[in-house]
């Protein structure tokens, strides 16, 4: 992999981790068990952390640190996790979004445009963090250490014992003997020390103290065991020794926390081919400097040619006490899932969604071919070619399915970006509202999805700011005062259905169709339904908001929802209770390119009707002029296709009526012959056939005819109330 490749799955990677950090802020529990969503945000930051400084992007890298340092104390329970920190934390997130579509874009440096904004945001986590973080215990070298007791082999034992079963780093310092000839003072080192935490044990050990006579003035003889209580990382401890780091042996044993948090952090790292001491370096368990000491170890030995193996990087970190056995295990685990990952990435691979069209697009025209490979054969009689056809045909459906079936994606990342925009609008609008999510795993055509989420956008900030009522009217009607808005997703007859609920006021009819009236939309004289009156919204510049925000109340929006729904060969629909709420219902077809569809005729014209709403088939006999017939004791209106569309000619001696289902509502279509199924691809009208009702798109026979396919949705809506007004009479 090149730099420019490995560069873009960072991009990828950091955006895919940006986004599981904005969830796990817009989800977290303020009042609950926050520990774990604590972690996932820590692990999401330390990895863009540690992914941007092997690019040695370091703007990037400063950033993530101080957000990565705040989250630390949240985890360690010194800052308290409020609702401002969440606003500051998701700002974050949106400023690191930006870096990171800067870098796609090519920029490697940080904009000086942005870089004010970045300043702010700093400054204001810095102010989030407990009093002076990693500056604590200034003057504390002089605070009157504890006393220790050490062990016989004090360099290898841990300190548990000190004042009680507290967590600390343990420090083993054996200053060289010319440590003081070099102008080096070890108490200095140990004053330094103090300023990145809290000295809270020390034991002196005096072992290699010779005889008084023997002892040279100018020589250090003395090593130290220290209990260290701090936030800071291991480089830090090592860098206060930097200056004495080849005149002294140097132990560092980290405290219980830092091991587990080590093993978290190790777990946590981008699935990059790294080699064992990188994984170490990167989850700060192991210095550079205490890597190349160790490789150094390491070629020696192998330099040396002996016969016995030479040592493994892991063994001898873990023997020179720079890393608990628990850390290496933990990286050598890393290091064979990333090899499995590896393994696994390579049965799949990244297709782009152009040549998936183009794929889509042949299979339409293959269908087309071989209908008419079939009609041939139906024509001529031919036996062969017509098992021939038979065969091409059930072949051309299951490669029609597979390529269908590339393009379909869950929906439910269409509805994780509404979790901040609830967030995000219920604040702009002094409301506390929630987010339920359902049926995110249902699976819709790719081009339907990037279509439906502004859609859906529109229905979601419509119900935040005219359905969720204010909190005290909420309280005062018996709700809680948290409003919550519902998204949920389900397959129903070949349709995926989208429901937008809200528990909010609910629609008043009297109020809508008083507008309507006065809009000059309705008549006054004419009796609507309850569907008829609510899905008046859905009219051109009808609105009922009492004060214009900037969210709505302008007149546009709703019917323009229901145009880019009815685009997609759609519908909508609403249902409300006043004071219980308001739910919309969105139908979308699965897919925009190639449907099961059923042929009818009717005169010289050829009709075809989506199969999936296609109910039952029925030989009609009514009388003239009625529009409904008793199925089974029910109630069925039903529309002539020869009326609908003014089609010439008398009708044949033996119609049907083919029953159409949409939700809960039946309908039933009179046409002359019934013409069997038929795999439809979809051709669009063009532009000037835009404003034909009841017509959703056309077909290629296997004649080479066209036929049209009938909008079941636009259909119902012609049949409306019938039966009811039946039942009435």
């Known amino acids: 992999m090149n730099l420019d490749e490995a560069l873009q799955t960072f991009i990828t990677e950091s955006r895919e981790l940006l986004e599981d950090m904005e969830n796990a ?4 529990d303020i009042d609950g068990d926050q520990g774990e969503a604590i972690n996932a945000i820590f692990r999401a930051a330390h ?7 092997l690019f040695s992007l370091d703007h990037i890298v400063a950033f993530t640190h101080v957000v990565e340092s705040l989250l630390d104390e949240v985890r360690d329970g010194r800052v308290v996790l409020n609702d401002q920190m969440i606003v500051l934390l998701l700002s974050c997130c949106d400023y690191l979004s930006g870096m990171t579509d800067a870098l796609a874009a090519g920029r490697l440096e940080a904009d000086p445009d942005t870089a004010p904004e970045g300043e702010m945001l700093l400054h204001q986590l810095r102010q989030h963090m407990s009093g002076g973080h990693g500056e604590a215990g200034q003057g504390q070298a002089a605070a009157p250490a504890q006393s220790l007791t050490v062990r016989p082999e004090p360099g290898v034992e841990r300190i548990d014992k000190v004042a009680g079963d507290s967590d600390y780093w343990h420090i083993s310092l054996r200053f060289g003997r010319g440590v003081l000839q070099n102008g080096m003072d070890p108490i200095a080192f140990l004053r330094y020390l103090a300023k990145l935490g809290k000295i809270v044990g020390i034991a002196t050990v005096p072992d290699a103290l010779p005889a008084a006579e023997e002892m040279d003035a100018e020589l250090c003889y003395l090593g130290f065991e220290i209990a260290f209580d701090s936030n800071a990382d291991r480089e830090a401890i090592v860098g206060v020794f930097e200056f004495v780091q080849d005149d002294c042996e140097i132990r560092i044993i980290p405290p219980h926390s830092k091991v587990s948090q080590y093993v978290d952090l190790i777990r946590a790292l981008p699935e990059l081919p790294a080699r064992l001491g990188e994984i170490l370096v990167m989850c700060g ?27 493994r990087l892991g063994s001898i970190l873990v023997a020179a006490g720079n890393v608990p056995p628990v850390v290496v295990e933990a990286a050598l685990a890393k290091q064979k899932q990333v090899v499995e990952q590896k393994a696994q990435e390579s049965r799949s691979i990244r297709v782009d969604s152009d040549k998936l069209d183009r794929l889509i697009d042949l299979v339409g025209e293959l269908i087309i071919a071989g209908a008419r490979a079939s009609m041939i054969g139906q024509q001529i009689h031919n036996t062969d070619l017509q098992e021939c056809t ?23 990342a269409t509805f994780n970006r509404f979790q901040r925009v609830v967030h995000d609008v219920a604040r702009e609008l002094g409301k506390d509202i929630g987010l339920m999510v359902d049926g995110e795993d249902s699976e819709l055509d790719k081009t339907v999805v990037e279509k439906i989420g502004d859609p859906l956008m529109h229905l979601v900030r419509n119900a935040m700011d005219h359905g969720i009522e204010p909190a005290d009217v909420r309280i005062a009607a018996g709700k809680p005062a948290k409003g919550m808005i519902k998204l949920n997703a389900f397959h129903e007859s070949g349709s995926i259905v989208i429901e937008v609920s809200d528990d909010g006021g609910g629609l008043r009819k009297e109020k809508i169709l008083a507008k309507a009236v006065e809009r000059g939309l309705v008549d006054p004289e004419r009796k609507l339904t309850d569907s008829e009156i609510y899905n008046l919204i859905f009219e051109a510049g009808f609105s009922t908001a009492e004060k214009i925000t900037n969210l709505s109340g302008r007149g546009v929006g ?21 004071g219980a709420g308001t739910t919309v219902t969105v139908r ?15 005169g010289g014209s050829v009709f075809v009707i989506p199969l999936d709403m296609i109910e039952e088939c029925i030989e009609f006999a009514t009388e003239p002029g009625q529009d409904y017939c008793n199925l089974r004791g029910q109630v ?51 532009p000037m056939f835009s404003e034909v009702k009841c017509i959703s798109g056309s077909t290629i026979l296997g004649s080479g005819e066209v036929a049209l396919i009938l909008d079941v949705a636009a259909l119902m809506q012609a049949v409306g109330g019938k039966g009811t007004v039946a039942l009435a009479a």
């Open 25 to 28: 802020l817009l989800n977290i």
């Open 47 to 53: 990895t863009i952390k540690g992914s941007a400084g």
């Open 285 to 311: 368990s192991v210095t550079a400097s205490e890597l190349q000491g160790a490789l150094q170890q390491q070629s020696n030995n192998e330099a040396k040619g002996e016969d016995e193996p030479t040592p």
């Open 390 to 412: 038979s065969t091409l045909s059930g072949l051309v459906e299951e490669v029609r399915d597979a390529a269908l079936e590339l393009r379909m994606v869950k929906i439910g």
């Open 558 to 578: 709703m019917d323009v929802v229901k145009r880019n729904i009815t685009a997609l060969r759609g519908s909508v629909d609403v249902g409300s209770r006043e």
């Open 588 to 602: 979308l077809p699965l897919t925009l390119a190639i449907i099961d569809g059923f042929l009818v005729q009717v």
């Open 636 to 686: 069925l209106p039903f529309i002539r296709l020869r009326s609908l569309f003014r089609i010439d000619g008398a009708a044949t001696r033996r119609e049907s009526i083919v029953v159409l289902k949409l939700g809960n509502t039946r309908a039933g279509l009179v046409v002359d012959t019934l013409l069997g199924e038929f795999q439809t691809v979809i051709k669009p009208l063009s």
